[in-house]
């Protein structure tokens, strides 16, 4: 009699572990990046599934390359994953009208976005609806080579004035030296700013599909870059293509450091600092300023990615659980650590700088909390990042720079093409 009892309790408890499993909701999340990023996100996984047993999570991953050309194919098909890893930018090619991606507000009592800065927020809704929750955000600084700056003897800048004769005390010293040195898209962030500080108002306005500007403030679009460019504030796209077409951080003058800093994402800052050569191989965070009278820095914010959950999900609450786990969640936070950057969730901020993960004094760090600090209420439209928008920038800068465009001539034909541009993107 005994003997028959253990194998029919094994029996039962074959028979309900089988019933457990098959009651399991499944569910399926997709993200990019390195082997570091597939390995923590995967323990976080497992940690996840742990703590609900009721959710198993399917991992679909890879590297960048070929990322958004599968998502394409998926979402077309109405077969995306559940939770996705999404770029900010892609947000005009997805969710135009703000229904490409489930709205995150439906899950508000599942995802803790108390955590996170409303302008954050707003940055990654459409139409009223959040499109995803931003991982960790971005913004550019201005970071400067402390032994250039002391040995031209000028200290570093605190108005735009004072940029202004920086650049030309620079020049005076030695014309191969800059205060900065900025790329086409580092110097069109940097005029935008200028802009929403003159006019407090942000470029595009996405309601009326339009840019907002005036004749008259195109004009001062570009005045502003042929001043900086006049006053020796950085080299002109004339100068840098004298250095062929690597990346401004791999060019000789930035690496032997006669370029005397950067208009840079905070995310990338440490990037140009690896690539000096000592004694000048050591950045520090400068003071960002604004024009007197300014309510807005102007500071072009962006998510450095997201978490969205798909459209087609049939399982909104439970994506919005493993997203909350990741982002909010003590063992999700601890198991992420700065994989995806520097968590913009307060809880998980406050979390690894306990663990130390956290450095303040860091310039990337440093750098955040700076940006953070200022008044940032306009926000920067993700169509002001449009591939086509920035190189119409480019080619345009580039023909002030070799004197065949003047500040009208350049006005007119980018505020033309830029118009076109838009109308397109947002048909």
Excluded at 198 to 207: C, L
Excluded at 395 to 414: L, M, P, R, S, Y
Aim: proline share 5%.
């Amino acid at each position: 009699m005994h003997k028959l009892i253990a194998p029919v309790a094994a029996s039962l408890m074959l028979a309900c572990s089988c019933l457990s499993a098959a009651q399991a909701t499944e569910i399926r999340i997709s993200w990019w990046g390195g082997n570091s990023r597939h390995q923590a996100t995967l323990n976080a996984i497992k940690l996840f599934e742990e703590k609900y047993p009721d959710i198993k999570v399917k991992a679909e991953y890879a590297g960048w390359e070929g990322y958004l050309s599968r998502l394409t194919v998926q979402i077309a098909g109405g077969n995306e994953p559940d939770v996705i890893q999404t770029n900010w930018n892609w947000l005009p090619l997805f969710s135009r009208d703000g229904k490409g991606f489930y709205d995150l507000y439906q899950q508000k009592a599942v995802l803790d976005l108390q955590q996170y800065d409303p302008q954050s927020l707003s940055t990654t809704t459409v139409n009223g609806k959040l499109n995803g929750l931003p991982v960790a955000v971005t913004a550019r600084s201005f970071y400067y080579n402390s032994k250039l700056w002391q040995e031209m003897g000028v200290s570093y800048p605190q108005s735009w004035d004072e940029l202004m004769a920086a650049g030309r005390a620079f020049k005076a010293k030695d014309e191969e030296k800059y205060p900065l040195v900025l790329d086409y898209m580092e110097s069109l962030t940097l005029v935008q700013s200028w802009m929403v500080q003159k006019y407090n108002i942000p470029a595009i306005d996405e309601s009326k599909g339009k840019f907002t500007y005036t004749p008259q403030q195109w004009q001062d679009f570009f005045q502003i870059y042929k001043d900086l460019v006049d006053n020796h504030v950085f080299p002109s796209m004339r100068v840098l293509a004298s250095y062929g077409k690597s990346n401004t951080w791999e060019m000789k003058p930035w690496i032997q450091g006669k370029w005397g800093g950067v208009y840079m994402w905070n995310t990338n800052a440490v990037m140009y600092e690896n690539n000096l050569t000592a004694p000048y191989n050591k950045l520090e965070l400068g003071p960002f300023f604004m024009l007197p009278g300014a309510k807005d820095a102007g500071l072009f914010f962006k998510p450095t990615m997201m978490f969205s959950i798909g459209k087609t999900t049939r399982h909104p609450q439970e994506a919005a659980k493993l997203i909350n786990f990741l982002m909010n969640d003590p063992q999700g936070v601890k198991a992420m650590g700065l994989e995806r950057g520097t968590p913009l969730s307060k809880a998980a901020w406050d979390q690894l700088k306990a663990d130390g993960l956290i450095q303040e004094d860091n310039i990337t760090v440093a750098g955040i909390n700076s940006s953070l600090a200022l008044p940032h209420d306009i926000p920067t439209s993700p169509y002001f990042d449009n591939p086509q928008l920035v190189e119409l920038w480019r080619n345009t800068i580039e023909n002030i720079d070799h004197g065949k465009f003047t500040v009208q001539e350049a006005a007119e034909h980018f505020s033309r093409g830029a118009s076109r541009i838009l109308t397109k993107a947002m048909r």
